[in-house]
């Protein structure tokens, strides 16, 4: 099966944007979909597909695609931003769902 | 909205069994295809089964093809996963999620708050 790889950590101050990525082969050919997690909740999603945020979720969040790669850019970061990010898309060779490994997002 | 209630999860030894539920309520459960993902202590998120709105259609991670059977029973909006053969490394939190796209998309929209899972001799 294919992988899909995030950076494990990334901080950005805050009002500032920042962007994390995921990539992997399959994004060639289908759209991720991005969850938060702040510690001892479950995950949330935050964004999916071509364009797309879930009702209740800030617009300063938003998404974007290119090839193998896809991002998640939020920006003017809030300090309540500050959680574990991670993607997801279906695997083009066996039609699973792949996580990628998450980045901890920290808000300095 | 709606909403997913785990249950079922606990301690078992190596080689056991365990069957998890997950109640579904305040939406039309038949219609969504549905899933299971877990995580591990500290680690990140591994989708681990799908079903489709109808059963027709179920995939498992390789990790726990063979030993998991994921099944659903819409008229009772509830959502199974029975595993044997458990291990260690199948220690984790399990998520019930709900699937957005008529395809097994990973855009899991809702989620229950998870049952822990705790596999130890």
Redesign the interface.
């Known amino acids: 099966?294919s992988e899909v790889t995030q950076d494990p950590a990334v901080s950005v101050a805050l009002g500032q944007t920042v962007r994390i990525t995921c990539q992997g082969d399959s994004l060639r050919n289908?759209y991720?979909?991005w969850?938060q997690?702040k510690p001892g909740q479950?995950?949330?999603?935050v964004f999916?597909?071509q364009n797309n945020r879930?009702s209740g979720i800030p617009e300063r969040f938003s998404g974007s695609s290119s090839g193998r790669t896809s991002s998640l850019t939020i920006t003017g970061v809030q300090a309540e931003d500050e959680a574990d990010y991670?993607c997801?898309?279906?695997d083009s060779s066996t039609?699973?769902?792949?996580?990628?490994?998450?980045t901890k997002l920290t808000v300095l | 909205e709606g909403q997913l209630v785990e249950s079922g999860g606990g301690l078992v030894t190596p080689g056991g069994f365990l069957r998890l539920s997950c109640a579904a309520s305040s939406f039309a459960f038949k219609t969504f295809n549905m899933?299971w993902?877990r995580q591990a202590p500290g680690k990140?998120?591994?989708?681990v089964a799908?079903i489709s709105d109808d059963s027709k259609k179920i995939?498992y991670?390789?990790s726990v093809k063979g030993r998991f059977t994921i099944s659903r029973d819409n008229p009772k909006n509830s959502l199974l996963l029975e595993m044997s053969g458990l291990r260690t490394e199948d220690t984790a939190v399990y998520?019930c999620t709900r699937d957005?796209a008529a395809?097994?998309?990973?855009?899991?929209?809702l989620?229950?708050?998870?049952t822990l899972v705790s596999v130890s001799s």
């Open positions: 099966s289908y991720v979909s969850y997690q479950a995950p949330r999603l999916f597909g879930p991670y997801n898309c279906r039609l699973h769902v792949v996580f990628g490994g998450g | 899933n993902v990140g998120l591994e989708w799908f995939y991670a390789d998520y957005l395809y097994n998309s990973g855009y899991f929209d989620w229950g708050q998870g």
